[in-house]
C-alpha cells in the first residue's frame, strides 16, 4: 500500500523529530491510553502512526491511509491564544486534505468506548482519496517550506516600500523569537521581507528567547543552502545571536534537565551545521532605533 509522506523541509525535520521522539518516550496518560486503542490495527484494522510530522507540525496521532489526525487535548488548550493556534492548525491541515477530529484529556480517559466509537465513525465517513503517485520523506519535506500565510496587509505592501527607502535590502528574511519566561514557552520564524510571507515558524517548547534567536538564524541559513539562496540576507534583532553563531556555538546558560534534552540535541546539531557548511549569506543587525521593529517580531512587547 503506496502512503504520501508530507513532512517538513530538511532544514526544519530533524528539530521536529527531536520533539516528535520525546513526545513519544514521554506520553501523557491520555496519550497512552489512546495508543494502547490504536495500535496493532486494532480499530477495524486501520494503521495508526503517532507523533507524526505532516508540514511542520506533529500530530498526536494519524491514519494515512484513511488522511485523519486524532489530537488530544490537555488544559493548556483551552487557552483564548492556543485554541486560535489550534483552529489555524486544523485549517491547514484540512487543506492539505486530512480531517481533524479532537478530544480531550477527561474524554480518553473517563470515557473511551464513546471515543472509540467517534473515531470508528469518523473513519466510516472519510470517502478515500484518489490514489497519488508516493513521494519519498526527502522530497515530500520540501513542499511547505515557504507557506504564504496571511498577514498584515502594509507587511505585504507599503511596508516592503517603507523599507526599500530606508535601504534595507528586500531579498532577505528577517527572523525573531519570542518567550514567555527565562526559560519558558519559546517560538521562532522567520518573515520574507519582500512578501510579508512566513516562510518558517518552529514552537512553542521549553526555551529561551536567546536560544530562538540563534536556532532561528541557523534554521534561515539552512534553508537558504538548501535551496541555494546564498544571497539572502538574514536579518536578526539580536546581536548576541548573531554574535553565537559567528563562533558557530550557542552559548546559553539554560540549564541541561531531562526536559531540555532534545533542544539541547537541536542547538548541538545547528552548530554542527554552522561547523561543517561555508555559508556566505549575509546576517545584519536588525536596527530597531532607526527601522522599527523587526518584521518578525511577534508583536508581545
Request: charged share 25%; proline share 4%; net charge neutral.
Amino acid at each position: 500500500m503506496a502512503y504520501i509522506y508530507e513532512t517538513a523541509d530538511d532544514a526544519e525535520y530533524d528539530l521536529l523529530r527531536a520533539y516528535a521522539d520525546y513526545n513519544m518516550s514521554h506520553p501523557t496518560e491520555a496519550e497512552s491510553i489512546m495508543w494502547d486503542l490504536l495500535k496493532a490495527k486494532s480499530i477495524d484494522g486501520h494503521k495508526f502512526r503517532r507523533q507524526h510530522i505532516i508540514k511542520d507540525y506533529i500530530v498526536d496521532f494519524v491514519c494515512l491511509h484513511k488522511k485523519l489526525v486524532i489530537e488530544i487535548d490537555g488544559e493548556y488548550h483551552l487557552d483564548g491564544k492556543q485554541i486560535v493556534k489550534d483552529k489555524s492548525r486544523t485549517e491547514d491541515l484540512q487543506k492539505t486534505g486530512y480531517t481533524v477530529i479532537r478530544f480531550s484529556n477527561n474524554e480518553v480517559i473517563g470515557n473511551t468506548q464513546q471515543v472509540i466509537k467517534d473515531i470508528k465513525k469518523a473513519l466510516m465517513e472519510i470517502i478515500p482519496a484518489k490514489k497519488s503517485l508516493p513521494l519519498s520523506p526527502s522530497k515530500g519535506r520540501g513542499d511547505s517550506a515557504t507557506q504564504k500565510l496571511p498577514l498584515p496587509l502594509e507587511r505585504a505592501g507599503g511596508e516592503a516600500g517603507r523599507l526599500s527607502s530606508l535601504g534595507i535590502n528586500l531579498n532577505a528574511w528577517a527572523v525573531d523569537a519570542a518567550c514567555s519566561g527565562n526559560p519558558g514557552p519559546m517560538e521562532y520564524q522567520a518573515i520574507d521581507l519582500q512578501t510579508g510571507a512566513q516562510v518558517f515558524h518552529f514552537g512553542p517548547v521549553k526555551g529561551t528567547n536567546n536560544i530562538g534567536e540563534f536556532l532561528a538564524i541557523v534554521h534561515a541559513l539552512a534553508l537558504c543552502w538548501q535551496k541555494g539562496l546564498h544571497d539572502k540576507t538574514i536579518y536578526s534583532d539580536s546581536y548576541n545571536a548573531i554574535l553565537w553563531v559567528s563562533k558557530r556555538q550557542c552559548k546559553t546558560k539554560l540549564e541541561r534537565t531531562p526536559e531540555t534534552e532534545p533542544l539541547y540535541q537541536i542547538i548541538q546539531r545547528a552548530e554542527n551545521w554552522l561547523r561543517t557548511h561555508n555559508f556566505r549569506n549575509p546576517i545584519i543587525k536588525w536596527e530597531t532605533s532607526k527601522w522599527g521593529e523587526v518584521p518578525a517580531d511577534f508583536g508581545r512587547k
